[in-house]
C-alpha cells in the first residue's frame, strides 16, 4: 500500500489554483458531487484522484452500508461511550485507531465526529454523539478531530447545525432563538474549527429557523467562515436538501452522494446562464483541492479495502470501553469477590446478545463480537458453576425465555448478574425511541429479580438514558453504553476489579420524561422543532428549575475514593484580555488505583436570575474538566483554565428597540436613562461585572469546593478573535 509521505509539502495556494484552472467548466463542476455513494470524480490528466469517505463515528466501515460484503472493522466506543471518559487522551487515540482503518479502507475522508447534543433521551442518535453539554462536546470532538488528522485523514464535524430528532428529519425546522444557538448548539462546532482546525464540515437534514443549511450563508459564509475562520470544506449530508444557486452563495462546497440534484450539471447551467460567476467554482474546487491535499490525497495510489484486526487495538479499545464505563451506584458489592462462589446466575437478553454499537450509518462489521457469558465462563473457568437464562425473549436468544424461569434460576445462586438493555434496531438513524423504559419487559424482568435476589449487579447496555425506575433496590448498578467490539472483556474486567469504572455520566439521567427540558417539544409538530426550553439543556434545565434527577450530570462512582482539596487561583479577580488558572490537589484516599474527574462549572453573578438590564443564566455551567489517574496516597495538582468566554453570554442586537423609542414621548423613560446593556446594538459575547462562583467538585451535583471570583465587564463584546477554551 502506498500512503502520503508526511514530511512531503503541501501544495501551495498559487499550485492549487493551477490545478483548478486547468480543469475545464464541466470537470470542475463534477468535482462538486460524488461519483457513487462514497467517491468523489477523478481527473488522471491532472493526476487528480478519486477521494473516498467513509462513516464514521465508532469505526471506518468503507465502502457499503450492505452488512453482507462489508470488510471488517475495529469497533471503537459510540459517543456516549467515548462521551463518558471525560478524557480527551483516550478520544484521540481511539479516533486515531479509526483514521488508521480509514487508510486501510482507502479512504481518506471520516464522515465523523458527531457533535449534535443530547437534548432529549428519545432522540434516536444520542448514543452517536458525545454529551448534552456543549464544552464537554467540543473539548472531546477537538480530541477526536487531532487523531484523525494528525494520521493523515480528514476529519469531518457533523451535523451542522440543529440536528438533535430524527423524526422528519429532512424536512423540520428546528427553531433555535440565537442565543441558545451561540451558547449550545454551535458551540462544539465553533470549538471544532477554531481549536482542532477541522478540514470538512457535514451539513444537517433539517432546516434551522426555516431554512436549509446548505442554502444558508449567514450559517455557512457567515459564521463559519468568516467569524471562525474556516478553511475546509462544507458538504450536505447524504442526499441532504440544496438549492444550486443559493447553496453556491451559501458556501456549500460539495453534494454527495450521486446522482447529483443541486451541483454537478446543474453548476454548468447555472454559470452558463449567468445566475453563478465560474470564478465562484473555482473557489470552491480551489478548497476541496487544498483540503484533499493537505492529507496526501493528491498524492496517493487508491488501495483495496482490507480489514486490519491487530492485538494493540484491541487492547486499547478494551481499555477506552472500561473508562466509559459508569458505575451509577454500589453499596461494597462490587467489585464482585468470587472466592466461595459455588454458583453464578447469569441473567438477561444483552449477557448474550451484547449491544456494542447503535444502528445506521455508524454500524460496522466488527473483526468479532463476545457475549459477557461467554467471557465470564472463560475468566471463571471450573471453579464458578455458570448459569445463564435470557428472561424475556430477543433476537438470537434460545426461546425457555421467561421471566419465572430466570427467577428461578436466580434462587439459590451465589451471586446474580442481570445485563439489560437496548441494541441497535431501538437506538439508530431515522426514527426515535418512543419511551425510556427498556424494551420487552425487561424492568419488569429487573424488578421481579431483585425482589427474589436484592443483592445483584444489575448491568444496563444501553446507548442513551433508560428510565431505572427500580435503581433504589438495587445493590450495584452500571451503566455500559455501546462500548465497542470489546466490551463484553471491559464488563468483566470492571466486575471483577481488574479495571476501574472509570466513566462519569455525560448525560443527565432522568427520573421520568415528563421531567426532561425539551418534554412537549419533541418530536416536534407541523415540521417545526421548538427548542421552547432554549439556554436549559440537560443539568442546566435540572438545576435552574430545582428537579430532581434519578443520577446528576457527571456522576459516577470509583472503587476507591479521592478528596478534592481547597483550590488556588492564579488571580482573585478576572482582568479583561487574562486568562485565570485554577489549581486543584486532588488525592487518592482509597486503597487502589482509580481514576476521578475534577469539574469546574462557572456560576453567574446573582444566581442568573432574569433582572431588569441583566440577562437571563442557567445557574451553572461547565466550563473545565481535567481527569486524573492516582495510586492510593498519590496527589497530584489539577490545572484548570479559564478565559473570558467561560464567564460570557451571547447577546442579540435588539434591533427593534432604537426604531421602537423613536416614536416614544420622550415623557416615557421618567426612570432616567436607559443602560446600554438593557438593548445592544453589537451582537457578541459579553461579560457582566460582579462576583462569579466558580463550583468544583466531581459531578454538577457534587461540589466540593465554591469559590469567588470577581470579573469585570463592559459595554463592549469581547473581542472576536476570542476562542473558547
Ligand atoms: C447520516 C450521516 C452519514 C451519511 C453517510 C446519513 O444518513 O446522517 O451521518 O455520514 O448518511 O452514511
Not at 5 to 13: E, Q
Not at 138 to 165: C, M, P, R, W
Not at 709 to 723: I, N, W
Request: net charge negative.
Amino acid at each position: 500500500m502506498q500512503t502520503h509521505d508526511p514530511s512531503a509539502d503541501v501544495r501551495t495556494s498559487r499550485e492549487i489554483a493551477r490545478l483548478t484552472s486547468a480543469l475545464s467548466l464541466e470537470e470542475k463542476a463534477a468535482l462538486t458531487v460524488g461519483i457513487d455513494t462514497w467517491r468523489t470524480a477523478s481527473f488522471p490528466r491532472l493526476g487528480i484522484p478519486s477521494v473516498k469517505t467513509t462513516d464514521g463515528p465508532n469505526g471506518a466501515r468503507g465502502d457499503t452500508l450492505d452488512h453482507s460484503s462489508v470488510t471488517p472493522s475495529v469497533c471503537i466506543p459510540s459517543g456516549t461511550a467515548l462521551g463518558a471518559t471525560w478524557d480527551t487522551t483516550v478520544v484521540e487515540q481511539a479516533s486515531a485507531v479509526v483514521a488508521r482503518q480509514a487508510i486501510e479502507k482507502g479512504c481518506r475522508v471520516l464522515l465523523a465526529p458527531t457533535v449534535n447534543l443530547h437534548r432529549h433521551p428519545l432522540w434516536g442518535r444520542n448514543f452517536e454523539c458525545f454529551s448534552e453539554d456543549p464544552v464537554l462536546t467540543g473539548k472531546l470532538a477537538s480530541a477526536y478531530i487531532e487523531g484523525v488528522q494528525n494520521n493523515d485523514v480528514v476529519a469531518t464535524i457533523k451535523h451542522f447545525v440543529g440536528n438533535e430528532v430524527e423524526h422528519e428529519r429532512n424536512t423540520c425546522s428546528s427553531e433555535i432563538d440565537e442565543r441558545a444557538l451561540r451558547e449550545l448548539y454551535l458551540l462544539p462546532f465553533e470549538y471544532g474549527v477554531r481549536n482542532a482546525h477541522v478540514l470538512a464540515l457535514m451539513t444537517s437534514y433539517n432546516r434551522v429557523n426555516g431554512h436549509y443549511v446548505p442554502n444558508d450563508a449567514r450559517l455557512l459564509d457567515g459564521i463559519l467562515r468568516e467569524e471562525w475562520g474556516f478553511a475546509g470544506f462544507v458538504m450536505t449530508d447524504w442526499s441532504g436538501i440544496a438549492d444550486t444557486v443559493e447553496a453556491v452563495n451559501a458556501g456549500l462546497d460539495l453534494e454527495m452522494p450521486a446522482p447529483a440534484r443541486a451541483y454537478g450539471a446543474a453548476l454548468v447551467g447555472a454559470v452558463r446562464s449567468g445566475q453563478l460567476d465560474e470564478a465562484q467554482l473555482d473557489k470552491i474546487v480551489h478548497r476541496i483541492l487544498t483540503v484533499f491535499d493537505r492529507v496526501g490525497a493528491l498524492d496517493e495510489v487508491p488501495v483495496e479495502e482490507h480489514p486490519e484486526d491487530r492485538e494493540q487495538d484491541r487492547a486499547f479499545v478494551r481499555r477506552a470501553a472500561s473508562d466509559g464505563i459508569v458505575l451509577l451506584a454500589n453499596d461494597g458489592l462490587l467489585p464482585l469477590e468470587t472466592t466461595g462462589v459455588g454458583r453464578l446466575a447469569i441473567i438477561g437478553p444483552n449477557a448474550e446478545r451484547l449491544a456494542i454499537m447503535g444502528g445506521g450509518s455508524a454500524r460496522v462489521l466488527p473483526h468479532y463480537v463476545l457475549s459477557p457469558v461467554t467471557v465470564l465462563r472463560e475468566r471463571l473457568g471450573d471453579a464458578v458453576e455458570i448459569t445463564y437464562a435470557p428472561g424475556v425473549a430477543s433476537d438470537g436468544v434460545a426461546n425457555e425465555a421467561s421471566i419465572e424461569a430466570a427467577v428461578k434460576s436466580a434462587e439459590g445462586a451465589d451471586a446474580v448478574i442481570i445485563i439489560v438493555g437496548t441494541d441497535d434496531l431501538w437506538e439508530s438513524e431515522g426514527y426515535d425511541r418512543e419511551t425510556l423504559e427498556l424494551p420487552r419487559n425487561q424492568d419488569e424482568l429487573v424488578r421481579r429479580l431483585l425482589l427474589a435476589h436484592p443483592r445483584s449487579v444489575v448491568i444496563v447496555n444501553s446507548g442513551s438514558p433508560v428510565s431505572l425506575d427500580w435503581v433504589e433496590s438495587a445493590a450495584a448498578v452500571i451503566q455500559t453504553w455501546f462500548g465497542g467490539q470489546e466490551l463484553a472483556n471491559a464488563i468483566v474486567d470492571v466486575l471483577l476489579g481488574d479495571s476501574e469504572p472509570g466513566g462519569r455520566l455525560p448525560t443527565t439521567l432522568p427520573m421520568c420524561l415528563e421531567h426532561t427540558p425539551a418534554f412537549g417539544n419533541f418530536p416536534g409538530e407541523s415540521s417545526k422543532v421548538r427548542y421552547g426550553e432554549s439556554l436549559l439543556v440537560g443539568y442546566r434545565w435540572y438545576e435552574t428549575r430545582r428537579l430532581p434527577v434519578r443520577f446528576p450530570f457527571g456522576h459516577g462512582l470509583s472503587y476507591t475514593s479521592f478528596e478534592i482539596g481547597a483550590p488556588s487561583l492564579s488571580a482573585p479577580k478576572l482582568e479583561p484580555g487574562c486568562n485565570l488558572s485554577i489549581e486543584v490537589p486532588v488525592t487518592n484516599i482509597g486503597g487502589r488505583r482509580g481514576a476521578e474527574v475534577v469539574q469546574l462549572y462557572v456560576a453567574p453573578p446573582e444566581g442568573g436570575r432574569s433582572r431588569p438590564g441583566g440577562r437571563f443564566r442557567p445557574v451553572k455551567e461547565l466550563r473545565a474538566f481535567a481527569k486524573v489517574w492516582l495510586d492510593p496516597g498519590e496527589t497530584m495538582i489539577v490545572s484548570l483554565e479559564l478565559n473570558e468566554r467561560s464567564f460570557a453570554y451571547y447577546d442579540v442586537v435588539d434591533t427593534d428597540w432604537l426604531t421602537l423609542v423613536d416614536r416614544m414621548p420622550k415623557t416615557v423613560f421618567h426612570h432616567g436613562p436607559v443602560p446600554a446593556s438593557l438593548h445592544r446594538s453589537q451582537p457578541g459575547w459579553y461579560v457582566d461585572s460582579g462576583t462569579y462562583e466558580l463550583h468544583i467538585g466531581r459531578s454538577s451535583a457534587d461540589i466540593s469546593h465554591v469559590v469567588n471570583v470577581e470579573a469585570t465587564g463592559g459595554d463592549s463584546p469581547l473581542p472576536s478573535s476570542l476562542r473558547p477554551l
